[in-house]
């Protein structure tokens, strides 16, 4: 079972990802959701995980710094992005990271499952 973390400040949103992704079908679970990076890093700081999924802008640390960070900690984590942002700067920023997807809210549940499922990330383990 992999271990997935949630990150954003938006509940709406948290609550989305949690309920519309069949998580355990796709051999994964969700362990930690946090409403904010710095949340987030504290739980990566003394758990492992596999799949970050965060959003790029939230308080105190952002979902990019967030990442970088915890890339330091867990240099085999598997990161993507969801964001109401279509910025250059940031899908940039995103690549420099070797993040994996970068989606936009209003989050799609074909999109997520369609990036959990596909073979060419490591991650894909699991057909629906």
């Known amino acids: ?13 948290l609550h989305h990802l ?12 969700v ?13 990566i700081e003394s758990h492992p995980i596999d799949i970050l999924i965060t ?5 105190l640390t952002d979902g990019l710094s967030l990442i970088e960070r915890a890339l330091k900690l ?3 984590l ?6 109401g942002y279509e ?10 990271l070797n993040v994996l997807d970068y989606l936009t809210k209003p989050i799609d549940e074909t999109s997520i499952l369609s990036m959990l499922l596909l073979s060419e990330y490591p991650f894909a383990i ?3």
Request: hydrophobic share 45%; proline share 5%.
């Open 31 to 43: 362990c930690c959701t946090a409403s904010n990076g710095s949340e987030a890093l504290a739980f």
């Open 18 to 29: 949690m309920t519309g992704v069949p998580w355990f079908q796709l051999g994964m679970e």
């Open 55 to 59: 959003d790029i802008r939230m308080p």
């Open 1 to 13: 079972m992999l271990n997935v973390l949630l990150a954003d400040d938006e509940t709406r949103t």
């Open 87 to 96: 910025d250059f700067h940031y899908a940039r920023e995103a690549i420099r």
């Open 74 to 76: 867990q240099p085999n």
């Open 126 to 128: 699991a057909q629906l």
């Open 78 to 83: 598997h990161s993507v992005i969801v964001s």
